[in-house]
């Protein structure tokens, strides 16, 4: 059955890989299922069509026949729950992936898409220079605790996971503040999730996709 996501026609990073719809490219590419790719521009995603797949008119979308999901992190479990290499198989091991999935998604990233917001759409405010710090160490609270927790372990819990998935791709997003690099094990940690010949495969296909849309770089 044909797997169809979608993603921006011009991705706001320029190809960078930070929006979501890599993760979703990542998994596909781990479990090794062939995908097609559709791309919407932002006025495209507030259409009923796409609102349709969509309630929040955002990317990335996911459809398999009758099945149409959103949400990167419920896509990536679905993903992982149907094939093999991305979630283990002992029930414990299982539902400790899961919850890094979850905590990826609910307690790390919600401080780096702050700091995002707070650059990009509040930057020019008068207080935005005064919060920055507050918001930087918002984000150095949750990196200090997740270094402390993956110490010198090459993943989250064992063997690589659709939890350790979600993290770097998570983590990824806050790379260009430059707070990673002040813990140098989440930085190794990233990069071997992007050494991973999934995530390179994925990375590719969506600058591909930038530099044939002419997306800002
Ligand atoms: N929680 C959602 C967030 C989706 C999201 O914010 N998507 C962004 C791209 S990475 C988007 O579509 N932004 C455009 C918009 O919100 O209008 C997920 O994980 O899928």
Redesign the pocket.
């Given at each position: 059955m044909t797997v169809t996501i979608t993603a921006?026609e011009r991705s706001p990073d320029g190809g960078k890989g930070l929006?979501?719809d890599t993760r979703v490219r990542w998994a596909l590419e781990e479990a090794g299922i062939p995908f097609e790719v559709r791309h919407v521009s932002?006025a495209a995603?507030k259409e009923p069509a796409h609102l349709a797949l969509h309630p929040?008119?955002?990317?990335?979308t996911y459809e398999e026949g009758d099945l149409v999901l959103?949400?990167?992190?419920a896509i990536v479990f679905h993903i992982a729950s149907r094939h093999a290499g991305l979630l283990p198989d002992d029930p414990s091991a299982r539902a400790r992936a899961i919850t890094w999935l979850f905590a990826a998604?609910n307690t790390v990233e919600p401080p780096i898409l702050e700091l995002s917001t707070a650059k990009i759409l509040e930057g020019d405010k008068p207080w935005s220079e005064a919060r920055m710090p507050l918001v930087k160490d918002r984000v150095r609270a949750r990196l200090a605790q997740l270094s402390a927790h993956l110490g010198d372990a090459d993943w989250l819990d064992g063997a690589f996971s659709a939890g350790d998935l979600m993290m770097v791709s998570v983590l990824l997003r806050s790379r260009p503040s430059g707070i990673l690099d002040e813990y140098p094990n989440l930085s190794a940690y990233v990069a071997r999730g992007e050494a991973r010949p999934a995530y390179k495969r994925a990375y590719e296909a969506q600058l591909r996709d930038a530099i044939a849309a002419g997306s800002p770089g």
């Open positions: 921006f929006a979501r932002f995603m929040f008119g955002q990317i990335p959103f949400e990167s992190g998604l």
